[in-house]
């Protein structure tokens, strides 16, 4: 597969803020956003959800623009403007024409630099995050997961929900979020990734002078993830039972990422991977289950979701340990190429969208340093053998297993 294109483009500001652009001129559209490499694993136990306050805060108000003036400002030109908060880094980014990146630009700059943290606005705010935690619990299969986190770090800022919750939401003050902004926020923990029809020089120069008052460097700290895993169920009157299996998975830079990749793929990443052929189309134990593996700096977790019915359980739970039990002798190298086949492609198309291309350039120069070019990653995934994956297989599933459940608790 042979790939043409220009290669992104990084300079690194006199403040330490590196930028980093890709150039695609056959759009008329530009992603752009502020990364930080600051996320709930940074937060002590006391404030654990302050980092997802402070991405709702960002937005409510600054000496410049009101809440309303942000959302009209962008709105008015057909602009998109959003947050997120990961468990390593939080996000501020904007998808807007190109003629008016430059206002895109402005209002992060504004945003990130000379928010008020008013206390009408932070009290409205704090309402409605603590909405969203509740929606949070309402949602099974959305819960699960943070105890399946929470399970397999325990005790630990690792294993706490990115949320946080309602009790320390509410404890918050302005006075806290602010302080933990002018902390942990500094540019040398930031990058500003952009994607589209953009010009590199003229990136580098709007972004400087709209981010110059940025503090230069704020250390931040994290303890070392130790993945532990363990058992917990939550019993709950629901039509299903939610079931997270997982291991300890791989860090990011570990030289078997793309292989469990691949593991990941063959064992339950679409409709002709052995978990969804043997469970569902075979059996009929249930409508979803798939495998996920979530990376970080230093540990990370392999898992497999299913939810069913609770009179199933029992005979869910031992087919999926057979598939586990019998992948490393079983595997067919048919089974690699068409696992290839899905990564490969998937990258290829992530590709045509310029907010793909941004949070990837944004995350490979936060995790790696530098921007790794498509064909790189394509020759790693090339590179996996079947040996490889069927070993590291091997060594997952024999390792320390977490089993979280969420529902009505017969047959568990």
């Known amino acids: ?3 043409k294109a220009t290669p992104p483009m990084v300079t690194t500001l006199p403040n330490g803020l590196r930028v980093v652009t890709d150039s695609i001129p056959h759009v008329e559209t530009v992603t752009c956003g502020l990364w930080v490499d600051v996320g709930a694993r940074h937060e002590p136990a006391n404030i654990n959800g302050i980092s997802h306050v402070l991405e709702h805060m960002a937005f409510k108000g600054t000496t410049r623009r009101s809440a309303l003036q942000i959302a009209e400002e962008i709105e008015a030109v057909g ?13 501020y980014h904007s998808r807007i024409l190109k003629d008016n990146l430059p206002l895109a630009i402005d209002i992060l700059a504004d945003i990130l630099q000379n928010s008020t943290f008013d206390a009408t606005e932070f009290a409205r705010e704090q309402s409605v995050i603590i909405q969203e935690i509740g929606q949070t619990f309402d949602t099974p299969d959305d819960i699960v997961f943070d105890y399946f986190q929470e399970t397999c770090f325990p005790n630990q800022p690792m294993g706490r929900a990115i949320l946080g919750t309602a009790e320390i939401v509410r404890s918050l003050t302005p006075m806290q979020v ?18 589209g029809k953009l010009d590199h020089q003229e990136m580098v120069d709007i972004v400087g002078e709209k981010f110059a008052h940025l503090p230069i460097d704020r250390p931040k700290e994290a303890s070392p993830a130790v993945y532990k895993g363990g058992t917990f169920h939550q019993a709950r009157d629901l039509e299903q039972t939610h079931v997270i299996l997982g291991f300890e998975g791989l860090p990011f830079e570990h030289p078997d990422y793309y292989a469990a990749s691949l593991l990941s793929t063959i064992l339950g990443g679409g409709m002709s991977s052995r978990l969804f052929q043997e469970v569902r189309e ?12 979530s990376s970080y700096q230093d540990s990370g977790v392999f898992g497999i979701y299913a939810g069913t019915s609770p009179h199933q359980v029992s005979e869910l739970l031992p087919v999926v340990h057979g598939e586990l039990d019998r992948f490393s002798k079983t595997i067919e190298l048919s ?3 068409r696992a290839k086949a899905q990564l490969k492609a998937g990258l290829m198309m992530s590709l045509e969208s310029t907010t793909a291309r941004c949070e990837q ?3 490979h120069v936060l995790i790696y340093g530098r921007p790794i070019p498509p064909s ?11 040996d490889h994956v069927a070993s590291l297989a091997g060594r997952l599933f ?15």
């Open 1 to 3: 597969m042979t790939i």
């Open 178 to 195: 602010k302080s933990y902004m002018q902390d942990h926020y500094g540019a040398h923990q930031m990058v500003f990734a952009a994607a």
């Open 376 to 386: 790189e990653t394509l020759k790693k995934v090339d590179a996996v053998t079947l």
């Open 398 to 412: 024999n390792g320390p297993k977490t089993m979280t459940t969420l529902g009505p608790g017969k047959g568990i």
């Open 361 to 363: 350039l944004a995350n």
């Open 79 to 91: 602009g998109y403007l959003n947050a997120y908060t990961s468990r390593e880094a939080t996000a």
């Open 335 to 337: 089974e690699i190429n």
């Open 282 to 293: 075979k059996r009929g134990l249930v409508y979803s289950i798939y495998t996920f593996t």
